[in-house]
Nanobody, 119 residues
Framework: QVQLVESGGGLVQPGGSLRLSCAASGSIFSINTMGWYRQAPGKQRELVARITSGGSTNYADFVKGRFTISRDNAKNTVYLQMNSLKHEDPAVYYC?????????????WGQGTQVTVSS
C-alpha cells in the first residue's frame, strides 16, 4: 500500500508564500517523476510543476518565476515553494508520483490540500 500525504496548505494574503510538502510511504521500490497539480472549482486539474528523480524540472507558465519544486529522494518527499501568490492561485493542490513497485510503474495521487489567497 502506497500513500502520498500532503501538508502545508492554508490561507495566505496576496503576495504571500506557502510551502507544500508531500511524502510518499509504503512498499516503494523507486519513484520516478513527482509533481504538483491543482484544481480550482469548475476547472480541470492542471499541471503546476514536476520534477524527475534526477532533478529536472518543468513548470506551468503561470507559475514560472514564482514557484519552485524540489525533492528529497532519501525521504521520498517533494516540495512546492510558492511565492508571490496571486488571486488566481487558489485551488486544491494535489501531489502526484509515478512509483515503481515490483517492476511496474503506477500513478499515485495525494488527497489534496487547499490553498486560499485572500486579503
Amino acid at each position: 500500500q502506497v500513500q502520498l500525504v500532503e501538508s502545508g496548505g492554508g490561507l495566505v494574503q496576496p503576495g504571500g508564500s506557502l510551502r507544500l510538502s508531500c511524502a510518499a510511504s509504503g512498499s516503494i521500490f523507486s519513484i520516478n517523476t513527482m509533481g504538483w497539480y491543482r484544481q480550482a472549482p469548475g476547472k480541470q486539474r492542471e499541471l503546476v510543476a514536476r520534477i524527475t528523480s534526477g532533478g529536472s524540472t518543468n513548470y506551468a507558465d503561470f507559475v514560472k518565476g514564482r514557484f519552485t519544486i524540489s525533492r528529497d529522494n532519501a525521504k521520498n518527499t517533494v516540495y512546492l515553494q510558492m511565492n508571490s501568490l496571486k488571486h488566481e492561485d487558489p485551488a486544491v493542490y494535489y501531489c502526484n508520483a509515478v512509483i515503481g513497485i515490483l517492476s511496474r510503474w503506477y500513478d499515485y495521487w495525494g488527497q489534496g490540500t487547499q490553498v486560499t489567497v485572500s486579503s
